[in-house]
């Protein structure tokens, strides 16, 4: 596609079960980005894919996040166990080689609720 | 560490009145600058980005931002704001190359009939 996929659009859960949250990034990006948008917080990051580099997973804010990559292209973040405070929408990018410039191209989000 | 503060919330604007968005960073060293925007129910688009020459930059839709080493800033501005302008705009600052952006919190603008 043109752009940057996510599904769900939505996901609703209850409190301790698992959630798996899916991103297609741009064909040919080579780098893929995860962040978090919690009302009122902006975005905070949580992991960063850059070929077949290992990850930067300096953002998970628990080892119940956890994500994956296979084969340099489709992403997918599962949440353990997930708590009340996991809801957020949860944000993917994609940037390019080639760029002297970070420009990071967005999916619409997959907004998670947690009862 | 890196971090950008946006100090305004929410903005209310009139329709054809001018808008300038707030934006201050830290950063060690030359940073890359950029404005995004989000619609409701949309992911984030990029309005411009700085990251050497001319400090007064162009962007999508009209906007334009100037980017002050000296201040730490790089505000938004547009001459004359529309009702589509209405959204929430994200400041953000990183390296070059690959990595990842540091946010600030965002700025919700409403825009008056």
Redesign the interface.
Known sequence: GAG?SQSPSNKVTEKGKDVELRCDPISGH??L?W?RQSL????E?LI?F?GNSAP?KS?LPSDRFSAERTGGSVSTLTIQRTQQEDSAVY?C?S?SPG???????????TRLTVL | AQSVTQPDIHITVSEGASLELRCNYSYGATPYLFWYVQSPGQGLQLLLKYFSGDTLVQGIKGFEAEFKRSQSSFNLRKPSVHWSDAAEYFCAVGPSGYSTLTFGKGTMLLVSP
């Open positions: 940057v080579t780098a980005y962040y009122g917080q902006g975005l990051f960063y850059q930067d953002g944000l990018a940037s760029q002297i410039y970070n420009e990071q191209f967005f999916g619409p989000g």
